[in-house]
């Protein structure tokens, strides 16, 4: 199995003014491969320190892969970084500089001058061909070890990767282990419980290993194998993900790329109900999450964004005296706003979500960070409280997720429905 080391190049990611995806996406790509990443690092638009970086990682790695610094203009030098950590010098790839006067003949642009630089290539470099933009990708190999390059921009990457890197990679190291993850998401489950209900199959596994990852209101597990064909390492998940799925009874919502508001919406759809939301502190985020589900239209009835009191009371129906006596943030205004959009969108649950998401308007009595929830459906309603960290961002977010999941936890209770393991 071959081991790599990823580079990230662009002063704007060490700047914080562009968030690099692309490190991420390689390293899983690679995983599924089989190739081992043993370290990612960020270097900015500088010569000197992007070849000190690639000369440091192959004493380390077995090949180098960039990301970005490919393009026409003058801080474009990744090239140039890699001739110098090399020692090699660039020359003309009249294939690439064809492609590139392709591109701009269909597009009715001019072709510049700068843009014949990016068919410049180390000498003795293989072509990765650029799909989706003008910059080619390259590998070239000295000394046993190899150094990739790829464009940053992630529309142009992927495919290069897919189409050109991964291929070249398979075929030069006879790639024969597979790495297979798949990925359980809980609801309503802080870290620390899944970690008492799982800690000795930390300590017992190795292959396939398992690990939990914390994210806003919600947890993964992961699990990991390595195996030497893709069929036996989901062989060696399967008895693990069985196991974690019965010690996580009632909180794993799906798995890999399943969504929280996907798993809703089959809920909605099997138990035959609607939804409709009344939101104040999100600001429609709930109802946002809950379309962005191909198809949501057949369970998701709308949405009421009720900032103002004047709206709860005018389109929900919250009294101006329970708005007085018990105020907007509280049990019984967020009670009453989810029976009223129930009502008002006629669908069978209301969920609404009310609180105060800071800066300010927060009291000793009611802290910025106090959310209530509320459900509402024929037999009912009931409301829950909760206290969130964070600034307003962090709230709004926590607070969305946690109104899914207060959602997703009550249909499947009721449905009682599981998640069943998958072959594949």
Known sequence: MPSVELIAIGTELLL???????????????????????????????????AAAIRASL???????????????????????VCDALGLECELHEPSLRAIEGVF????????????????LPRGAIALANSQGTAPGFVVEKDGRFVACMPGVPREMKP??????????????ELSQHIRTRTLHTIGLAESEIDHRIADLFASLENPK??????????????????????????????????LLRRLDGHVYGVDDQTLPGAIHVLLRQTRNTIAVAESCTGGAVSAALTSVPGSSKSFVGGIVAYDNAVKTQLLGVTEALLASAGAVSEETATEMAIGVRRRLEATIGLAVTGIAGPEGGTP?????????????????????????????????????????LLWRTLAAGNRLRVEPRNG
């Open 59 to 81: 004493e380390r790695a077995d090949g180098v892969i960039t990301t970005g610094g490919l393009g026409p203009t003058i801080d474009d030098i990744t090239k140039e970084a």
């Open 105 to 120: 003949a269909k597009s009715g642009r001019p072709m510049r001058e700068n843009n014949r630089k990016q068919a410049l």
């Open 16 to 50: 914080g003014q562009l968030v690099d995806t692309n490190t991420p996406y390689v390293a899983g790509k690679l995983a599924e491969a089989g190739v081992d990443v043993f370290a990612t690092h960020t270097v900015g638009d500088n010569r000197e320190r992007i």
């Open 365 to 405: 009595e009611k802290p910025i960070g106090l959310v209530w929830l509320a459900l509402a459906e024929s037999g009912g309603a009931r409301a829950v409280r909760l206290n969130l960290a964070g600034d307003r961002h962090a709230i709004q977010d926590r607070a969305t997720i946690a109104a899914l999941g």
């Open 160 to 173: 290069m990767l897919a189409g050109g890197l991964l291929p070249w990679l398979h075929k030069r190291f």
């Open 210 to 243: 398992i690990a939990v990852l914390a994210h806003q209101y919600r947890c993964d597990v992961k699990i990991m194998a390595k195996a030497a064909s893709e069929e036996e390492a989901i062989a060696l998940i399967a008895p693990v993900e069985h196991e």
